[in-house]
């Protein structure tokens, strides 16, 4: 058996109790002048005594009349941190698929799957109240090329766990040959939220998407989106 294939398998099996608890379903309605539509977010973190897991999964409902799903997107993410101090090994894989309508039908592409391996310098108040987690990692994009990704996240949470301000932001290095006959070789993608957390269970806000060169767009683009989100 291939052992690439194994080495995955035995990958995602070690994320299976993480995939079963999760955290935290987000509907956001994207306003971006090239999207208009709906997509859902499942996220789940979990820390334990060796480290954290933490995965997300985003569904794009933008497919026909009835907006079925025509794409979808993961991470899933393993910090290890057994030994004192604010710095964790991490591990993470990343992938998708979309689709496209055409005169003939619709028509799927893969999201390229990259695997990163680094480490987590991570810093937080007494309570976690406020997180900063900034990320370092080698990047290994399948059938591309080797690259490298920055990646900062963040949760701040103020008057009594009321109002929450998260995000991330990722800059990495790829090749990309644009539609206008141009190449970049450089992305950045930052998606800061604001919630209002009605409840300890729903909460309601905003996330805007800040993008260069990011997901076959050429060019830097904001997105706004309006959220709601269910915490289990």
């Known amino acids: 058996m291939n052992k690439r294939f194994l080495f995955i398998l035995a990958f995602i099996l070690a994320f299976i109790p993480a995939l079963l608890n999760a955290q935290d379903l ?14 859902s977010t499942l996220e789940m973190f979990k820390p334990d005594k060796w480290g954290s897991s933490y995965y997300f999964v985003d569904f794009y409902y933008d497919f026909g009349p009835f907006k079925h799903p ?6 899933i993410t393993r910090s290890l941190h057994f030994w004192k101090g604010p710095i964790s090994a991490h591990v993470e894989y990343d992938g998708g698929l979309g689709s496209f309508p055409t005169s003939n039908g619709q028509m799927a592409y893969p999201i390229n799957s990259a695997w990163l391996l680094g480490i987590d310098y991570n810093l937080n108040n007494a309570d976690f109240s406020k997180t900063f987690t900034l990320q370092a990692m ?6 591309k090329q080797e690259s490298a990704q920055l990646t900062a996240v963040w949760g701040l949470h103020f008057f009594k766990r009321k109002l ?7 800059f990495w290095l790829e090749n990309n040959n644009n539609s206008d006959g141009s190449v970049t070789n450089t992305v950045f993608v930052s998606q800061p939220q604001l919630w209002y957390n009605f409840t300890d269970h729903f909460s309601a806000g905003t996330e805007v998407e800040f ?7 050429d060019g830097f683009m904001v997105r706004p989106r309006l959220a709601v989100k269910w915490n289990f």
Not at 164 to 170: E, I, N
Not at 211 to 217: E, G, R, W, Y
């Open 70 to 75: 025509s794409g979808a997107y993961m991470e």
């Open 138 to 143: 080698y990047k290994h994009i399948v059938g």
């Open 164 to 170: 929450s301000f998260t995000g991330f932001a990722d």
């Open 26 to 39: 987000q509907v956001l309605y994207d306003f971006g002048k090239d999207r208009n539509y709906v997509t």
């Open 211 to 217: 993008a260069n060169n990011f997901a076959a767009t």
